[in-house]
Every structure is written in C-alpha cells, then in structure tokens.
C-alpha cells in the first residue's frame, strides 16, 4: 500500500446542508450521483460528503456523528484484494469483504486496530495518475 489516500469521506446528517455550507466556503462540487453523496474534487484526491445512515447501511459498520472513511484506489481487482489481506496481516480487521459494486468498481472495507475504515477500491470511471491521484469525472 503506498503512503497515499484517494478520498476522505465526511458522514453528514443533512447532505443539503453539507453541500450548502461547502458551497458558502467556495467549493464547487464534481460529482453528485444521487442525494446521499457528493464528490469534490481536491487537488489529486477526492473529497466526499456522504448521508450518515446510507454510508453506515454500505459500509456494513456503525457510523457516528463526525465520523470519517478514507479511501485507497487501486488500478485493478487484484490489488484490492492484496491489500485488505495486507491489512488483516498488519491487524486490521475487515469490515466488509471485497465485492462487486453497483456503481460498477470493486472494494471492500477494512478497520485500523483504532477502528478506523478505509475503503480499497478499484474505481474503472477515477483514473488515477502514475502517483496515484484520483481524478473525479465531472456529472
């Protein structure tokens, strides 16, 4: 695993009010799926704000109020799934095994022995530079 992270995501209670009070602080979002998540771009990275109890029912864990995941976007089904086993090695505990995703990637959870989760994910539509920074399509 490289000394990098592809996207933190905030848990928000309101997404609405999230988005507005980013928008006041002058951010403009990139990608906005549906009303529980929206993506920001944030220089060679991805910034996220998603609906508290939707990331907790995906996740499979419990999310609280101020709660944050990271991320770590991989090029390849593979290498998400050396990785989680990295993890589990390292101590960590799996969160959610690797699966097929309905937004068409692959990723799986796992927690830091502090319970911190990070998503492993090979997302096809973020191309990630020869660094390993994500790149957020806008729509």
């Keep these: 695993m490289d000394q990098r992270i592809s996207l933190v995501t905030l848990a928000v209670e309101d997404p609405d009010r999230a988005r507005a009070f980013y928008g006041?602080?002058?951010?403009?979002?990139?990608s906005q799926p549906d009303e529980d998540i929206t993506?920001?771009?944030?220089?060679?990275?991805?910034?996220?704000?998603?609906r508290r109890s939707t990331m907790a029912a995906e996740t499979a864990g419990e999310v609280h109020r101020g709660s944050t995941m990271l991320a770590y976007n991989?090029?390849?089904?593979?290498?998400?799934?050396?990785?989680?086993?990295a993890a589990e090695e390292?101590?960590?505990?799996?969160?959610?095994?690797?699966r097929?995703?309905?937004?068409?990637?692959?990723?799986?959870?796992?927690?830091?022995p502090d319970d911190n989760q990070w998503e492993v994910a090979h997302n096809p539509g973020w191309p990630l530079d020869e660094r390993g920074r994500v790149t957020i399509p806008k729509g």
């Design 24 to 30: 006041a602080m002058g951010w403009e979002p990139r």
């Design 39 to 50: 993506f920001y771009q944030a220089e060679g990275m991805g910034f996220a704000l998603w």
């Design 74 to 85: 991989v090029e390849g089904e593979a290498e998400v799934d050396a990785v989680l086993a």
């Design 90 to 98: 390292a101590g960590g505990t799996m969160v959610k095994p690797a």
């Design 100 to 112: 097929r995703t309905d937004w068409g990637g692959y990723s799986g959870t796992f927690a830091d």
